[in-house]
């Protein structure tokens, strides 16, 4: 694969697991094109990857909740790039009671979870098949396998993701294009996340992920043709096995407690 003139595109990319990402694929050396949020210091990064592993970066900071500045990016990245691999890693999580939340915080974390994704998939997937070899990693959650209260959106969403990758894995396995889904866990992303996690508990203690370790593991099984990528097998067998009458309420006790908490 010629990673010279060709680029990974990382969404969610100034922080935790979406910089690991980033990092992990600037160091082996291929160019990366990153997306996040206004101010969130993302020049910076690009500048960082571009003297640390002398490879090419890009950078674009946009608000992926509204669907003309996705098409926009898109735009942008088809006329400006060959993409040979797109990460879709950008998303939001959100514990709230349902009827505590407001109508734009519902619409944000689909439009970010499950619109900007499709689209971002969509509108890049003819870059994507002009390469010799592509890859297309969608960041869905161990939540995609319960519902659960107090987070009532989110693991709809995630489902969503999941479903999404497996049929388009189907759908394009005869092409260049390979696509993976993972589903992690609850990741240590900053002290914050860490302190609200730990709140759950003790399952919560036990399944929280470094996002260096999954950001590594991803791109190894990414390589390797792994379509359903399990970086947390302890999690993801309790979450099989365990009937749903049993793993709903006790998870939304777990989120109870930190909303409380």
Known sequence: MDTQESYAVVTGASQ?????????????????????????NLKE??????????????????DLSVNQNVLKLTEWLNSSFNIHILINNAGLGGTKRFTEASSDYINTILQVNVTATSLITHQLLPNLLKQPKAYILNVSSMAAFSPIGFKTVYPATKTFIHSFSRGLHEELKDTNVFVSVVNPGAMKTNADVCKRIE???FWGKMTLLNPDKVASRCIQQLFKKDSVIMVNPISWLMMKIVPI????????QAIKREIEA
């Open 245 to 252: 009458w049993i793993k709903l309420p006790l998870m939304t």
């Open 45 to 62: 990064l690009s500048q960082q990857l571009e003297e640390k592993y002398q490879i090419k970066t890009h950078y674009y900071e946009v």
């Open 199 to 201: 709140k759950q508990g």
């Open 16 to 40: 935790g697991l979406g910089k690991a990402f980033a990092e992990n694929l600037a160091m082996k050396n291929i160019n990366v094109i990153l997306v996040s949020l206004p101010n969130q």
